[in-house]
């Protein structure tokens, strides 16, 4: 291993020198943000006369491939391929500057000369022999500057200079460069030097940035105001030819994977699986590497190259080998264990060929092809529209795979794995209605797949695949549960469902609409028209029934506790429906809104929407009737995202109320309050909200502004108005933030430190229950509760 410095007109030049990107390095990746850094360091130099820029280190290894001068590009890529797309464009700069100079140097030649014979003259030339005279001094004078005789810019010893010493590379044969890049970069370099006409048809990273450089270039060049003494051409390459690198060139028992890692170049920072593919063929012949890169890791990248996200694939695939978790920071330590450890008992073609074919079944999952009547294409589109990124890709990977092994025929294979797909589509979604901790799913679907494959085992094959994930799923108690019926009919009746994320909500709406027992729009197109702008033709938005802002009309409608019932009520899941008429609706009262007289505009009875037909027998509502349609949508949900266990808890036990005072510390999150009472006095309620919200008015009716004092160490307790809506108002001066969008747990939590703060007994509050759920014992498992975005939160992000 040899190290030096060098220029990088020494590391390019050479009438025969060639650098030769290796087969497996990845493509041109540098973007706008990297080349201006590389121009702006350029431009620097300017203002120090003898400094020089390092731009880190290069590390090749010879190669007789191309020659006896070539050599492979194992790290460096980036920044050398970025330099040549500059000088291309200095070179074309060079040429149109000489261009523009020539009619001016012939017209100045020309006249100069003219003069020179009139002023020699004994008399005035007629108009017709001194227009004749002009246009044979012009022609002369086109042919000197032909051959840049006195030109200042001169494109002739730029090419000779720069094209043919640092940028093509005749010895090798026409269209040949002094950098050899992949196929399809080469390709694309082809085009920037003999198709430029047709560049602004290509989108690559290579072409883009070539006229990012132009476009720079061409700005700078004679820019008056910036350089008054003059910049050209020949100034800005005596910069570049203060750039340096360190450049180290391997031997035949060097170590190029080691070497490789130890280096900390600068640039683009390789993702994993740049990384893996330089572990996987760096030190295999070059043959070798053609072979496995043609034939499995290009097909795999393939996979890939529009929508990206291999190293999230790594990462599931490493897991589902290793048996365990996989930290996004230790994706390349592991799979390097992992092939060093395989490698000597598979063939390296086995492991490659493993990875392309779980990447095919990553991408089936992802991104289906649209097959709207399919049942697989279905459902694959619910859990992954684009915002709704529930899918547990690590366990389905595991499972597609399974089925497809088991079930030669498709069609047994469809209807296995659509099972095992309503089966996590539920799992998931109750789990998220239910405020189930969301930072244990990677733990819970690793387990599963564990479990699964146990049960397989353990059952002989007696039993279906998607028999065993059942069966896996109600094992699953505490923070893993899967909540039952009653828990999640519970959680969709009082939860401020409006609340939620609006991808979420939308995804609810779009299912309940498409599972009410009428033939309508399917769940993609109502799904998609929720997607659409605002303002464009036939979008749905999410419409409350009893409105936002209560009008004399709403007030009447629902009687003496208008207030209390919009503030409970508002949000729920009853008082919610689609349309598209959102803005013609807005506050009307109910009967309007049921046969709205506007041109073009529905009312809800005349809706075509199926989730509307409830309003056409509907001549009321408040409070009663948000209720019972709640029951009705929660009953519809229950059969939608179904249960797939055993028998529900039974009736005798679900029917046992029970007492537990604050002080206890045991979860409560299955259970649902009958009534509490706090210091001697009993209230009944059916919600946890209304609990906890009560509780602060009876300790502000006690305390007064004293309560304010809390203010210093509890931080949901204000004396600024919060954000949103989701907050009470105990006096002007004084709030509760987020009393509405928090889970049994934090409400408890939260009582229990302000009482601690207060010097109140724990035991001073008491709640009557009701168990619904089978799996919150005492013994939950640690997750952090999951809490509902504002009132509209923002359309980006992962559900889970």
């Given at each position: 291993?040899?190290?030096k410095v ?9 009438t ?5 990107v ?7 990746s540098w ?11 350029i431009?620097r130099?300017?203002?120090?006369p003898n400094g020089?820029h390092?731009?880190?280190t290069?590390l090749c290894a010879?190669t007789?491939e191309?020659?006896?001068n ?8 980036q ?6 797309l500059?000088l ?6 060079a ?6 100079e ?5 017209e100045?030649e020309?006249e100069?000369?003219?003069?020179r014979?009139?002023?020699?003259a004994e008399k005035?030339?007629s108009e017709e ?9 012009r ?12 030109c200042?810019i ?9 094209r043919?010493?640092l940028?093509?590379?005749p ?6 460069f002094h950098i050899r ?6 390709n694309?370099?082809q085009?920037?030097?003999?198709k430029p006409d047709?560049?602004?048809e290509?989108n690559h ?10 476009s720079?270039?061409?700005k700078?060049i004679?820019?008056?105001d910036r ?6 051409v020949?100034?800005?390459y005596k ?5 340096y690198v360190?450049?180290i060139?391997?031997g ?5 994977q080691a070497i ?7 640039g ?5 699986c740049d990384?893996?593919r330089?572990?996987v063929?760096?030190?295999v012949?070059?043959e ?16 890939f ?7 999230t694939?790594c ?5 589902l080998?290793?048996g365990?978790e996989?930290?996004?920071?230790q994706v390349?330590?592991?799979?390097k264990d992992?092939?060093n ?20 079944v990553?991408?089936?999952?992802l991104?289906?092809?649209r097959?709207?009547?399919?049942q ?8 992954h529209?684009?915002?709704y ?8 990977m595991?499972?597609r ?9 498709s069609?047994?294979f ?9 089966m ?12 189930c ?5 990677t ?9 699964v494959?146990?049960l397989?085992q353990?059952?002989?094959?007696q039993?279906?695949y998607a028999?065993?994930v059942?069966e896996?799923l ?8 899967f ?6 009919r519970n959680a969709?009746?009082t939860?401020r ?7 979420v909500?939308?995804y ?6 498409e599972?009410?027992?009428v033939e309508?729009?399917s ?5 998609e028209?929720?997607?659409?702008p605002?303002?464009?033709e036939?979008r749905y938005?999410?419409?409350h029934v009893m ?7 709403w007030?009447r409608?629902?009687?003496?506790e208008a ?14 429906t689609?349309t ?9 009262p109910?009967a309007?809104k049921?046969?709205?007289h ?11 929407i199926?989730?509307n037909i409830?309003?056409r027998n509907t001549?009321?509502w408040g409070k009663?009737?948000i209720i019972?349609?709640?029951e009705?949508l929660?009953d ?11 028998a529900?808890?039974p ?5 046992e ?7 206890v ?5 299955g ?6 009472r706090f210091k001697g006095r009993?209230e009944?309620?059916?919600v946890w909200?209304?609990?906890y919200?009560?509780v ?10 004293d309560?304010?004092l809390a203010?210093?160490s509890?931080?949901?307790?204000s ?16 709030y ?5 969008t928090?889970?049994v747990?934090?409400?408890?939590r939260?009582l ?8 109140i007994s724990?035991d ?15 013994e ?10 504002g ?5 980006n992000?992962e559900l889970f």
């Amino acid at each position: 291993m040899e190290g030096k410095v060098q220029s990088v007109e020494e590391l390019l030049g050479g009438t025969s020198k060639q650098l030769i990107v290796p087969i497996y390095q990845r493509h041109y990746s540098w973007e706008k943000e990297q080349c201006k850094q590389l121009w702006e360091d350029i431009i620097r130099l300017h203002g120090a006369p003898n400094g020089k820029h390092y731009l880190g280190t290069t590390l090749c290894a010879m190669t007789s491939e191309s020659g006896e001068n070539a050599s492979y590009i194992i790290d460096g890529q980036q920044r050398i391929t970025s330099i040549f797309l500059l000088l291309k464009a200095l070179v074309d700069v060079a040429e149109r500057e000489a261009l523009l100079e020539r009619p001016r140097r012939v017209e100045e030649e020309a006249e100069r000369n003219v003069q020179r014979f009139l002023d020699l003259a004994e008399k005035p030339l007629s108009e017709e022999r001194e227009a004749k005279l002009r246009q044979m001094e012009r022609e002369k004078a086109e042919k000197m500057v032909e051959a840049h005789i006195e030109c200042p810019i001169d494109p002739t010893r730029f090419r000779n200079t720069i094209r043919n010493d640092l940028l093509e590379l005749p010895s090798q044969g026409k269209e040949s460069f002094h950098i050899r890049l992949n196929e399809c970069d080469n390709n694309d370099l082809q085009a920037i030097f003999y198709k430029p006409d047709r560049l602004d048809e290509i989108n690559h990273n290579i072409v883009v940035m070539y006229q990012f450089f132009l476009s720079m270039l061409k700005k700078e060049i004679g820019n008056k105001d910036r350089w008054p003494n003059g910049f050209t051409v020949e100034d800005f390459y005596k910069l570049v030819k203060r750039l340096y690198v360190f450049d180290i060139c391997l031997g035949n028992d060097d170590n190029a994977q080691a070497i490789f890692e130890s280096i900390n170049a600068t640039g683009l920072a390789l993702a994993d699986c740049d990384k893996i593919r330089n572990l996987v063929l760096l030190n295999v012949s070059r043959e070798k590497q053609k072979h496995l890169f043609t034939k499995y890791w290009n097909p795999t990248e393939t996979v890939f190259a529009e929508k990206g996200d291999m190293d999230t694939f790594c990462r599931y695939y490493l897991m589902l080998k290793l048996g365990r978790e996989v930290k996004e920071t230790q994706v390349y330590a592991s799979f390097k264990d992992y092939w060093n450890r395989s490698v000597g008992v598979e063939k390296a073609d086995q492991i490659l060929d493993d990875i392309k074919h779980f990447a095919e079944v990553y991408s089936s999952l992802l991104w289906p092809r649209r097959e709207e009547h399919s049942q697989l294409w279905q459902i694959l589109f619910r859990m992954h529209v684009p915002e709704y990124m529930g899918i547990p890709s690590l366990f389905l990977m595991s499972a597609r795979d399974y089925c497809q092994k088991l079930y030669a025929d498709s069609a047994e294979f469809e209807v296995e794995f659509v099972r095992v797909l309503r089966m996590v589509e539920s799992f998931l979604f109750r789990r998220f209605i239910c405020e189930c901790p969301s930072n244990t799913h990677t733990g819970i679907f690793l387990g599963l797949h564990r479990e699964v494959g146990r049960l397989l085992q353990e059952h002989g094959g007696q039993r279906g695949y998607a028999d065993c994930v059942a069966e896996a799923l109600e094992g699953l108690t505490g923070a893993h549960r899967f909540p039952r019926d009653t828990e999640f009919r519970n959680a969709l009746r009082t939860r401020r469902i409006y609340s939620l994320r609006s991808p979420v909500r939308n995804y609810l709406f779009a299912r309940l609409n498409e599972g009410v027992g009428v033939e309508g729009e399917s769940f993609a197109n109502v799904y998609e028209r929720l997607r659409l702008p605002q303002n464009a033709e036939g979008r749905y938005t999410v419409e409350h029934v009893m409105p936002q802002t209560l009008t004399e009309e709403w007030r009447r409608m629902l009687g003496r506790e208008a207030e209390s019932v919009h503030a409970d009520y508002l949000h729920l899941l009853g008082n919610l429906t689609l349309t598209s008429y959102n803005s013609s609706y807005a506050n009307r009262p109910f009967a309007e809104k049921l046969h709205i007289h506007k041109q073009k505009v529905l009312g809800l009875a005349e809706s075509p929407i199926k989730l509307n037909i409830h309003f056409r027998n509907t001549t009321k509502w408040g409070k009663e009737e948000i209720i019972r349609r709640g029951e009705y949508l929660a009953d519809l949900a229950v059969e939608l995202w179904p249960w797939f266990g055993q028998a529900e808890i039974p009736a005798s036990f679900a029917e046992e109320e029970v007492k537990y005072s604050l002080g206890v510390q045991k979860s409560l999150a299955g259970y649902e309050i009958l009534a509490f009472r706090f210091k001697g006095r009993q209230e009944a309620v059916n919600v946890w909200n209304a609990m906890y919200q009560s509780v602060y008015k009876q300790l502000y009716a006690e305390l007064g502004d004293d309560l304010k004092l809390a203010r210093a160490s509890i931080s949901w307790i204000s004396t600024e108005k919060p954000e949103g809506d989701g907050y009470l108002r105990l006096s002007d001066t004084l709030y509760v933030a987020r009393v509405r969008t928090i889970s049994v747990e934090e409400m408890l939590r939260r009582l229990r430190r302000l009482f601690n703060f207060l010097e109140i007994s724990l035991d001073d509050l008491e709640f009557t229950v009701k168990r619904t759920s089978l799996d919150n014992d005492a013994e939950d498992e640690e997750g952090e509760p999951l809490e509902s975005d504002g009132e509209e939160a923002a359309d980006n992000g992962e559900l889970f």
